[in-house]
């Protein structure tokens, strides 16, 4: 054969090979966990189901619509570039499915299947309590009691820090003093729709007179333009962090000797045992459930109380070591697993993209995100002077002006700090009640 006509052969072998190593290329990667042509495979008995409205009304067929576009739509957020460094698969997977539900493209069948699993079987409390209490128990007991003492100050200095901006803010842009304080800035920190959307529409009701749902409507695009510009900044400072070292705990919001001396050990990776996961799942549901009974009894609310109980057990050493194992491992299952799924249910049942439409201007924007920047910006900065982590304590200050339990997911899963989730829990909740409180006191006095 002739010099010419080999080197013409070995093109030809070459150009053929390359649709056959891109297709072999394309059958090894992934969505999620699943060989990408499974997942298609999956997705397809999903989707067809879904359309013709056999899916079945249970978890299974809740789980089926939540875990197939979750790991679609995480899988996208992480190959789109810049996008994917201020939290884009968080913001795809809460964002998309608010989008397609506004465009009617889930038919009855879909909704109420996932309508049935996020809010009758309340998964959104089943991942909050497994993150909450796993990490608790997981965590040295010394650093999270210091990191709960400690978190305070970021957080009040944050929040009077951020109102005070938000009222500038909003003046210039022709708001009243009165409408930026109650109307958007006290929805954005007020801890989320149930905990603090619903209770303020009662109390700006029976204050002005018009129903609850009209002023569900004027508060929750501010709760909603407030979580998406925190998911934006956890995703920047997680970045960050990446750049300085010497900003970032890499999951610890407390810096100390005893700190740096725990993680700086290298420990070899423990072999998964179910039955401990299984105790600590049992676990998990117990301190959950201790929470609603003293809630009956003191009136403080459940998953607050699940929290310091489950600190004080932590800090008194009452939990036997192979439990906390056990829940801390279940927790990395839930962290790892089912935080994309429960976003596209919350996206689909808690984020009312018509609401945000309704009143989204330049200015309305620029208001909000005011708030949450000036908040997040003067909790890195005083952070030092605390002896905390400027990239954890900012995070954490931001949980304050989420969508409660869904915005403490959204937020941590975008800067991949799960591990904080007890101190945003504190954050959201104590800081979202306080700020219902008291916003509540000003305005019967204003009236």
């Given at each position: 054969?002739?010099?010419?006509?080999?080197?013409?052969?070995?093109?030809?072998?070459?150009?053929?090979?390359?649709?056959?190593?891109?297709?072999?290329?394309?059958?090894?990667?992934?969505?999620?966990?699943?060989?990408?042509?499974?997942?298609?495979?999956?997705?397809?008995?999903?989707?067809?189901?879904?359309?013709s409205g056999y899916l079945p009304r249970n978890m299974i067929g809740g789980f089926a619509i939540i875990m197939t576009l979750g790991f679609l739509l995480a899988?996208?957020?992480?190959?789109?570039?810049?996008?994917?460094?201020?939290?884009?698969?968080?913001?795809?997977?809460?964002?998309?499915?608010?989008?397609?539900?506004?465009?009617?493209?889930?038919?009855?069948?879909?909704?109420?299947?996932?309508?049935?699993?996020?809010?009758?079987?309340?998964?959104?409390?089943?991942?909050?309590?497994?993150?909450?209490?796993?990490?608790?128990?997981?965590?040295?007991?010394?650093?999270?009691?210091?990191?709960?003492?400690?978190?305070?100050?970021?957080?009040?200095?944050?929040?009077?820090?951020?109102?005070?901006?938000?009222?500038?803010?909003?003046?210039?842009?022709?708001?009243?003093?009165?409408?930026?304080?109650?109307?958007?800035?006290?929805?954005?920190?007020?801890?989320?729709?149930?905990?603090?959307?619903?209770?303020?529409?009662?109390?700006?009701?029976?204050?002005?007179?018009?129903?609850?749902?009209?002023?569900?409507?004027?508060?929750?695009?501010?709760?909603?333009?407030?979580?998406?510009?925190?998911?934006?900044?956890?995703?920047?400072?997680?970045?960050?962090?990446?750049?300085?070292?010497?900003?970032?705990?890499?999951?610890?919001?407390?810096?100390?000797?005893?700190?740096?001396?725990?993680?700086?050990?290298?420990?070899?990776?423990k072999p998964v045992d179910f039955h401990l996961m299984g105790g600590g799942l049992l676990m998990i549901c117990a301190f959950f459930i201790v929470g609603g009974?003293?809630?009956?009894?003191?009136?403080?609310?459940?998953?607050?109380?699940?929290?310091?109980?489950?600190?004080?057990?932590?800090?008194?050493?009452?939990?036997?070591?192979?439990?906390?194992?056990?829940?801390?491992?279940?927790?990395?299952?839930?962290?790892?697993?089912?935080?994309?799924?429960?976003?596209?249910?919350?996206?689909?049942?808690?984020?009312?993209?018509?609401?945000?439409?309704?009143?989204?201007?330049?200015?309305?924007?620029?208001?909000?995100?005011?708030?949450?920047?000036?908040?997040?910006?003067?909790?890195?900065?005083?952070?030092?002077?605390?002896?905390?982590?400027?990239?954890?304590?900012?995070?954490?200050?931001?949980?304050?002006?989420?969508?409660?339990?869904?915005?403490?997911?959204?937020?941590?899963?975008?800067?991949?700090?799960?591990?904080?989730?007890?101190?945003?829990?504190?954050?959201?909740?104590?800081?979202?009640?306080?700020?219902?409180?008291?916003?509540?006191?000003?305005?019967?006095?204003?009236?």
């Amino acid at each position: 054969m002739k010099k010419s006509d080999r080197i013409q052969a070995n093109e030809a072998d070459f150009t053929a090979s390359v649709p056959f190593n891109a297709m072999l290329n394309f059958s090894k990667t992934s969505i999620g966990s699943v060989p990408i042509l499974l997942f298609f495979t999956i997705a397809a008995i999903v989707g067809i189901s879904a359309l013709s409205g056999y899916l079945p009304r249970n978890m299974i067929g809740g789980f089926a619509i939540i875990m197939t576009l979750g790991f679609l739509l995480a899988h996208i957020g992480r190959k789109i570039p810049v996008f994917c460094d201020i939290g884009g698969p968080a913001i795809l997977c809460l964002m998309v499915p608010s989008i397609l539900v506004y465009f009617d493209v889930f038919n009855t069948n879909t909704m109420d299947t996932v309508h049935l699993l996020m809010k009758e079987a309340n998964f959104l409390y089943f991942v909050i309590a497994s993150l909450v209490v796993g990490s608790i128990l997981g965590m040295n007991r010394i650093i999270l009691i210091q990191g709960m003492v400690r978190m305070f100050i970021p957080l009040v200095i944050g929040t009077v820090t951020a109102v005070a901006t938000g009222l500038l803010v909003g003046k210039l842009f022709g708001y009243s003093l009165y409408h930026t304080f109650f109307f958007i800035i006290v929805p954005i920190i007020g801890g989320g729709i149930g905990e603090g959307i619903l209770p303020l529409s009662l109390a700006y009701s029976s204050l002005l007179g018009q129903s609850p749902d009209v002023y569900v409507a004027q508060l929750a695009p501010a709760a909603v333009v407030g979580n998406i510009f925190a998911i934006i900044c956890a995703g920047i400072l997680a970045r960050l962090g990446l750049r300085r070292k010497d900003l970032n705990g890499e999951g610890r919001l407390v810096r100390s000797d005893e700190d740096n001396a725990i993680f700086s050990i290298n420990e070899a990776p423990k072999p998964v045992d179910f039955h401990l996961m299984g105790g600590g799942l049992l676990m998990i549901c117990a301190f959950f459930i201790v929470g609603g009974l003293f809630e009956k009894l003191v009136h403080i609310p459940g998953p607050v109380l699940m929290i310091l109980i489950a600190v004080l057990c932590k800090y008194s050493k009452v939990i036997p070591s192979s439990m906390e194992t056990g829940a801390h491992s279940f927790y990395k299952f839930v962290s790892s697993s089912l935080v994309w799924p429960l976003m596209i249910g919350l996206g689909m049942l808690y984020v009312p993209l018509e609401s945000v439409v309704a009143v989204f201007t330049p200015g309305y924007v620029v208001v909000c995100g005011s708030v949450v920047i000036s908040m997040a910006l003067i909790s890195f900065f005083i952070a030092p002077y605390l002896n905390m982590y400027p990239i954890e304590a900012s995070i954490v200050t931001s949980c304050h002006s989420g969508l409660g339990g869904t915005g403490d997911v959204a937020i941590l899963s975008a800067s991949n700090r799960m591990s904080l989730m007890p101190f945003a829990q504190i954050a959201t909740r104590i800081g979202g009640a306080s700020t219902v409180i008291g916003a509540t006191l000003l305005m019967g006095w204003l009236m």
